[in-house]
């Protein structure tokens, strides 16, 4: 893609920007990463990213240098035992930042914008460097309410990250509300939700020639309600022997879903597939073979871009409501909600919305949303007044 020639008031070059993300142990940060990286290097003359793990990036822009720290974290339940584990988190998260503050200071004539994107919370430190290096700042909010009492330990810290920076661009509109932002209403600029190539996210197999398959599609976690699905599925196979399962996905319970899936298929007979990950290319082929997408997360959530990419695939979701997901699910209309998220009634839901004679009309009208507010050119407007109100105060006139 060509670079996208801009001038705001006395800004008429290509600004220099670098993208700092925390180097998580999951998977689907990287694929956040490489979209964030698409969508800044035609508006950048030279464009940063300062992580670790970036082998899981893929760099679609010439004008992209990696600067990888050469460390990153780990799932907690993966080392034993936990209090060690604890331990060596907290201080890898410290580690992190002192290596990312080293490589702003090497780099720091060739930043004028930092983005924090998948950093929170723990980019305190380098964001402090910016301030002294006289580099403007902004975090992409990707996240909801906290629930829990250390999320909401980790917000704590919040206002401290929110004086700090220079502008707050929400990954959806709801999101102003569900973290009370009010108060940061000048920094705000607006949403840099992520974008979906409709080239490969497309219907494939129309939703009416599909089988009856509920998928389950996120990081295998208790916080994203995995253990409360699992328990559902005998119940929606007693009642309906023709549903099947496929679980895509990898976390630290893992492994405990392949033991249930191995008890679910022998013991009760239910035909259920578990995967583990997939890479990005192979994901559309299996959206198209779910007809409905169930996410019972109780977790902080900013806008799911599995919600996204479904959608475009044609497939039906059915999910919680928290974060910024109703900016995109109408229950009824585009989607469906959970009210709870009891085995109960995520069986109930599921058989209900499978059984709901207007699913095809449910499924026009979300890929409506798709096609006019999410496609890479929409992505690519939105960061252009990102970039250039965070620099100049001015946001430009599309």
């Known amino acids: ?176 509300n569900e973290l009370n932002l009010k108060r940061y209403k000048k920094k705000l600029v607006i949403e840099g939700a992520r974008f979906i190539d409709i080239s490969k996210y497309k219907i494939i197999t129309p939703l009416e020639k599909r089988k009856k398959i509920i998928g389950f599609i996120s990081r295998i976690t208790e916080d994203k309600g995995i253990k409360k699905f699992i328990e559902a599925i005998p119940i929606i196979a007693n009642l309906d022997k023709e549903i099947e399962f496929l679980i895509i996905g990898d976390g630290d319970l893992l492994e405990w879903v392949k ?21 990005e290319e192979k994901m559309p082929i299996y959206l198209n073979l779910v007809k409905l997408l169930v996410l019972p997360t109780a977790s902080s959530e900013g806008l799911p871009t599995i919600i996204l990419e479904a959608i475009a695939c044609g497939t039906i979701v059915l999910s919680t409501k928290v974060g910024a997901i109703s900016d995109i699910i109408i229950d009824g209309k585009t989607g469906f909600f959970l009210s709870s998220t009891t085995p109960e009634h995520i069986a109930q839901s599921c058989l209900l919305v499978l059984n709901n004679k207007n699913l095809e009309q449910t499924e026009k009208n979300a890929i409506d949303i798709i096609h006019n507010n999410y496609d890479l050119d929409a992505a690519i407007r939105r960061y252009r007044n990102i970039i250039y109100k965070t620099l100049s105060g001015y946001e430009i006139k599309r």
């Not at 060596?88 to 990312?100: M, N, R, S």
């Not at 250390?150 to 919040?158: E, M, W």
């Not at 191995?262 to 009760?268: A, C, E, R």
Request: net charge positive; proline share 6%.
């Open 259 to 279: 033991e249930k899936k191995i008890y679910l298929s022998d013991k009760q007979g239910v035909n259920i597939e578990v995967t583990g990950f997939v890479k």
């Open 1 to 176: 893609m060509d670079r996208v020639f801009l001038k705001v008031n006395n800004l008429d070059h290509l600004p220099k920007i670098a993208v700092v993300a925390f180097p998580w142990k999951a998977f689907a940060p990287y694929k956040f990463l490489s979209d964030i990286l698409k969508i800044l290097s035609p508006l950048s003359e030279n464009l940063i990213l300062i992580s670790g793990y970036t082998d899981r990036v893929m760099i679609s822009g010439k004008n992209v240098e990696v600067r990888d720290i050469g460390i990153g974290a780990h799932y907690i339940k993966e080392i034993t035992p936990i209090s060690y584990s604890i331990f060596l988190w907290i201080v890898k998260c410290f580690y992190i930042q002192i290596l990312t503050i080293i490589e702003l200071i090497k780099k720091r004539n060739d930043i004028e914008i930092v983005f924090f994107y998948m950093a929170y919370p723990y980019y305190l430190f380098p964001l402090i460097t910016t301030k002294i290096l006289k580099i403007r700042s902004i975090e992409v909010v990707t996240r909801s309410r906290p629930k829990g009492s250390f999320p909401k330990l980790i917000a704590s810290f919040d206002p401290i990250l929110f004086c700090l920076l220079d502008k707050i661009s929400l990954e959806s509109p709801a999101l102003e």
